[in-house]
C-alpha cells in the first residue's frame, strides 16, 4: 500500500485465495484516502531470483516503490515489473508476475 508516497504493508497472513472451497478467510479493513494507491501482488513477484539466486523479496519490492509517488495504476505496474526484471536480469523467470494496482481518487 502507498499513502501519499509513503508505503506500507498490510498484514496478508493466509491461504491462497480460491484454492481450497471449505476454507475461512481473516477479513482486514484499511481506510485508503484520496491519491492512496494499493498493489496486490502474487509470490512470482517477490520470489523472482537473479542468477545469484537472491530472491528480490517484499524488502526488494518495498526498496523499488520507496517514497514514489503514482498518478496511475499503470505506472506503478509498470515500475514493479520494471525493477523485477532490473533486478532478474538474464536469469530464467519460473513463475508469474501478477499484479493488480488501485489508486483511489
Same mark, same amino acid.
Request: charged share 25%; with cysteine.
Given at each position: 500500500?502507498?499513502?501519499?508516497?509513503?508505503?506500507?504493508?498490510?498484514?496478508? %497472513?493466509?491461504?491462497?485465495?480460491?484454492?481450497?472451497?471449505?476454507?475461512?478467510?481473516?477479513?482486514?479493513?484499511?481506510?485508503?484516502? !484520496?491519491?492512496?494507491?494499493?498493489?496486490?501482488?502474487?509470490?512470482?513477484?517477490?520470489?523472482?531470483?537473479?542468477?545469484? @539466486?537472491?530472491?528480490?523479496?517484499? %524488502? @526488494?519490492?518495498?526498496?523499488?516503490? =520507496? @517514497?514514489?509517488?503514482? =498518478?496511475?495504476?499503470?505506472?506503478?505496474? !509498470?515500475?514493479?515489473? =520494471?525493477?523485477?526484471?532490473?533486478?532478474?536480469?538474464?536469469?530464467?523467470?519460473?513463475? =508469474?508476475?501478477?499484479?493488480? !494496482?488501485?489508486?483511489?481518487?
Amino acid at each position: 500500500m502507498i499513502k501519499h508516497g509513503v508505503k506500507g504493508e498490510l498484514d496478508s %497472513a493466509g491461504l491462497p485465495l480460491g484454492m481450497f472451497a471449505e476454507a475461512e478467510y481473516m477479513v482486514s479493513r484499511v481506510q485508503l484516502e !484520496a491519491s492512496d494507491s494499493l498493489l496486490l501482488f502474487t509470490d512470482g513477484v517477490t520470489e523472482t531470483a537473479n542468477a545469484g @539466486g537472491k530472491e528480490f523479496g517484499t %524488502a @526488494g519490492l518495498s526498496a523499488a516503490l =520507496d @517514497g514514489r509517488a503514482f =498518478d496511475a495504476p499503470s505506472r506503478l505496474i !509498470a515500475h514493479c515489473v =520494471d525493477s523485477v526484471a532490473a533486478f532478474r536480469g538474464r536469469a530464467e523467470s519460473r513463475d =508469474d508476475l501478477s499484479m493488480l !494496482a488501485l489508486t483511489f481518487a
